[in-house]
């Protein structure tokens, strides 16, 4: 969705077309000082400033990313209702400089919902959730030397919570109430993250990852119980994503060759 990729006209209409059908227009924006730079170059405007300008921001619209903005686009972005997804762990991986332009904490602190995600394997390498709570944690902490910026109690909430509420989701998912989807996570408790006792949220946001999940609901249906997967068979999932994985990789003629020699 970046300058030369979409038109305004193409932009604007994703935000008509998910307003009639009550959905979110999902836009990759303000992902890096290259993009800005582009966009200026372009439109005279920053990305978010000119989504804007063009009347393309609003409360059914959520741009992924959004790691170069200044305090203008957050004014912009709070004034408008749009919401955000953070997705840390890529930002940090491709060197986007999320702890130097990121405004997540400014963001926060103006109302606007925010999301969290990992831009897929490819991007993250993983789909912790948990991962991605504890960066959206500390970053901030360290861009702003202020280790009060974004508690951990505000770190979980745009985990479950706030996240839903940014994905036009909050009546059905984020939290455990009646009436809501019975989307639910049981953790092994016995595991030496929580054994110093101590604040649990503290040690949910610092200490724990994916790996303390032992039991997953979504919906109500048990996908996984005590580790063990019960919709899939686990070890013919991982033989086929293999053979898929090579076989995707010759098609592309791609030979990835690691940087150290391997034995």
């Known amino acids: 969705e970046g300058a030369g990729t979409c038109s305004d006209e193409l932009t604007v209409g994703s935000k008509v077309l998910a307003e009639q059908y009550g959905k979110l227009s999902i836009l990759h924006k ?3 000082i290259e993009e800005v730079e582009i966009e200026l170059k372009a439109f005279g405007h ?3 400033e000119h989504l804007y300008h063009i009347g393309a921001l609003g409360p059914n619209v959520l741009l992924n990313h959004a790691t170069a903005i200044d305090e203008t686009e957050v004014g912009m972005i709070a004034e408008t209702g749009t919401r955000i997804c953070q997705n840390p762990s890529a930002a940090l991986k491709l060197g986007k400089g999320t702890t130097q332009t990121g405004k997540f904490a400014e963001l926060s602190a103006a109302g606007v919902p925010i999301s969290l995600g990992t831009d897929s394997n490819n991007s993250s390498n993983f789909n912790d959730m948990f991962r991605e709570v504890y960066l959206a944690a500390v970053l901030p902490k360290d861009s702003r030397m202020d280790p ?3 508690t951990a109690e505000k770190a979980l909430l745009m985990g479950t919570r706030e996240g839903a509420e940014a994905l036009l989701m909050g009546e059905e998912i ?8 019975a989307d639910v996570i049981l ?15 503290d040690t949910l946001v610092y200490s724990v990852t994916g790996d303390a999940v032992e039991t997953v609901i979504v919906d109500g249906a048990v996908l ?7 919709t899939i068979d686990e070890e013919e999932a991982f033989r086929k994503i293999q053979e898929n994985a090579v076989k995707g990789m010759d098609r592309m003629n791609v030979q990835p060759a690691s940087r150290w020699p391997i034995l």
Do not use: C, H, N, Q
Not at 174 to 181: M, N
Not at 224 to 230: G, V, Y
């Open 187 to 201: 953790l092994d408790m016995e595991r030496i993250e929580f054994a110093l006792g101590g604040d649990i949220i």
């Open 30 to 32: 303000s992902t890096s």
């Open 148 to 150: 009060s910026v974004v």
């Open 174 to 181: 984020g939290s455990l109430e009646a009436g809501k989807k």
């Open 224 to 230: 996984m119980e005590k580790r063990e997967l019960k």
């Open 46 to 48: 920053r990305p978010t």
